[in-house]
């Protein structure tokens, strides 16, 4: 199966913003939840943020509360992760994830559908 191309991953100082896209390959916005998750070098893919097939209900990792967004455009069909502040423990390669059965699930058990990824670089 086609997996979506996340976009917007790049180097980036510390204190800078970037804004991550995932585009809707499978038809899944809009009728369930997306997520994005990460990867730092060397450790597990932890949750990074989730949004509910509706957009009214938003979730965020501690370390990321106050910094990032999670949306979705369904007239786009698109989501997007915008990030500021970025610091250098952001550095991560991050997921797109589609096709949720909640968005509350923080393990990624539940979603159907992952995108390749983006290199996120935070510089100090």
């Known amino acids: 199966q086609e997996q979506p191309v996340e976009s917007g991953g790049r180097l980036v100082q510390t204190g800078g913003s970037l804004r991550l896209s995932c585009p809707d390959s499978w038809g899944t916005f809009g009728r369930y939840a997306m997520g994005w998750f990460r990867q730092p070098p060397g450790e597990l893919r932890e949750f990074v943020a989730s949004?509910?097939?509706?957009?009214?209900?938003?979730y965020y990792a501690e370390s990321v509360k106050g910094r990032f967004t999670i949306s979705l455009d369904n007239a786009k069909s698109t989501g997007y992760l915008e990030m500021n502040d970025l610091k250098p423990e952001d550095t991560a390669t991050y997921y797109c994830?589609?096709?949720?059965?909640?968005?509350?699930?923080?393990?990624?058990?539940?979603?159907?559908?992952w995108g390749r990824g983006t290199q996120v670089t935070v510089s100090s």
């Open positions: 949004i509910s097939w509706n957009g009214d209900k938003t």
């Open positions: 994830a589609a096709g949720g059965r909640t968005a509350l699930d923080r393990t990624g058990s539940y979603y159907d559908h």
